[in-house]
């Protein structure tokens, strides 16, 4: 996800913050605080950011935070919007009511009143796309783990990159075996695509390596597709078609797609991909 020019070096490190803000939005994400997670001074590190992101920490960490907030809140219908705004690091209502409403151009009540495929189209521009129904089946899934590595969701040359590298990273540290999978884990909110390597139980993972805990659960998996740009009219279709009447509801802001094949091998946008979409019964 980031500019060829940048050292490999701020690279590694940028990506280590990006990973502790996606873990941690209720906690101080101050630019002090960033910098020491960084491992470089405020000052130091607030230029490295802004020169491999494209914004100030600062910037960044408001938008990860309304971009989650916006998906809890048509997901999760049972927490108020105060509750909401607490849960992704906002010191007050007002406070986030002022932000959102800067940031979305609608109030969050407003904004938890449409549907979950006008978040999709906001952060893909896909409205011109003929969209038709997709079929969809109901599978409950093993929880996984594994090693990953960070690229932009509508980079493909990005996320072909970031798998090989993550490929190579485990195959060097005796984590790739016949059993293990490719992933990509998909963040709509802040448009971030984890490449992972899936790793069998029992194999020690280096502490240096990204790790990602994916939980079980029941998914509605939608039928394969190839082509990247496909992803999104799938998305919409899901949410358009099939979710209103289904009975269920989006368990999670965070879904993931299994590849076929290793995209170290071949190229990524001629590989099968499923998507997973973690899902529960309407109470």
Not at 61 to 70: G, H, I
Not at 152 to 173: C, G, N, P, S, Y
Not at 263 to 270: Q, S, V
């Amino acid at each position: 996800m980031f500019a060829k020019e940048t050292p490999n070096e701020y690279k590694t490190r940028v990506n280590q913050v990006i990973n502790f803000i996606l873990q941690n939005l209720t906690e101080d994400l101050s630019l002090e605080k960033l910098a020491v997670v960084a491992g470089y001074s405020p000052f130091h590190f607030q230029k490295i950011f802004k020169s491999v992101v494209g914004e100030s920490p600062r910037h960044y960490v408001n938008c990860v935070r309304l971009e989650t907030a916006a998906h809890a809140l048509v997901i999760h219908r049972g927490k108020s919007v105060t509750e909401i705004a607490f849960d992704h690091g906002f010191s007050s209502s007002a406070t986030f009511a002022r932000s959102f409403k800067n940031y979305f151009g609608v109030s969050s009540e407003k904004f938890r009143t449409v549907s979950i495929d006008r978040q999709v189209n906001q952060y893909q521009n896909a409205e011109s796309v003929s969209i038709e129904p997709v079929t969809v089946i109901i599978q409950q899934a093993s929880g996984f783990h594994g090693v990953f590595l960070n690229a932009k969701l509508d980079d493909e040359t990005a996320i072909q990159t970031a798998f090989r590298k993550v490929a190579q990273l485990a195959e060097t540290h005796d984590l790739l075996t016949s059993e293990s999978k490719f992933v990509g884990v998909i963040y709509l909110h802040s448009n971030i695509y984890r490449a992972l390597v899936t790793v069998i139980s029992g194999l020690q993972i280096p502490k240096k390596l990204n790790v990602l805990e994916m939980p079980a659960g029941k998914f509605a998996v939608l039928d394969s597709y190839k082509n990247p740009p496909e992803r999104f009219p799938k998305l919409q279709s899901f949410a358009k078609f099939w979710l209103p009447n289904s009975g269920y509801r989006i368990a999670d802001i965070v879904g993931y797609e299994i590849l076929a094949e290793n995209p170290g091998e071949k190229p990524f946008n001629e590989i099968e991909k499923q998507i997973y979409i973690p899902i529960k019964p309407i109470s």
